[in-house]
């Protein structure tokens, strides 16, 4: 149903605590295609209603950006012609501060994807990029492929939601390969570190 899903996701330039995000795609179809945000949380049985989050999704024509209809609580339609590029944004009030939440601040930029990426309902297996913006200097952490710059790849919207990413300027961050796999940590706090204890802990799994 869509083809060349891109998305682009920054810290909003205007609105303190808000992310701000564009998301193109190809119709391969003409006619309405509805759009929804998860309400699920991974490693949860839990729903989360993130929805809330966003005041309007707004749609590109022309050089202008219009609303485009809600359907429910979570859901979104808009009109394509086959083969049209679609251009959607959307803002997201990011200040859930726990694991399964988004977090914008000065000094950090803390997403799960899930929260506030939108998707089309069974093309959660197409692949995709995403290109983050945040300062140069900035480390990050994430289990996403980096494939140029600021853009990572994901192999499935499912891969997406799966993969939280993490930047600031001071990340504690530790490697180490077992079974000629790459495992990453970090955090924050500039104490950090992964003794010899809880190393031999991960590599036990």
Known sequence: ???QSFYQIQA???KNNYLHLEW???AEEGGNIQIQLPIWRPGRYQAQHFAKNIPSVYQFLEGEKFPIRKLGGSTWEVKAEKGERIHLTWDYFAQQEDAGGSVVEEQML???FITCCLFVPGQEDLDLEVQIRFPNHWKYL???KN???HTFFAKSFRELVDSPFLSAPNLSLFEWVENGI???AGGLDPSFAINQKVLKSYQSF
């Open 110 to 112: 803390y997403i799960n």
């Open 182 to 184: 790459l495992f990453k």
């Open 142 to 144: 994430t289990s996403l």
């Open 147 to 149: 494939t140029l710059g």
């Open 12 to 14: 909003h330039q205007q």
């Open 1 to 3: 149903m869509i083809a």
């Open 24 to 26: 193109t795609f190809v």
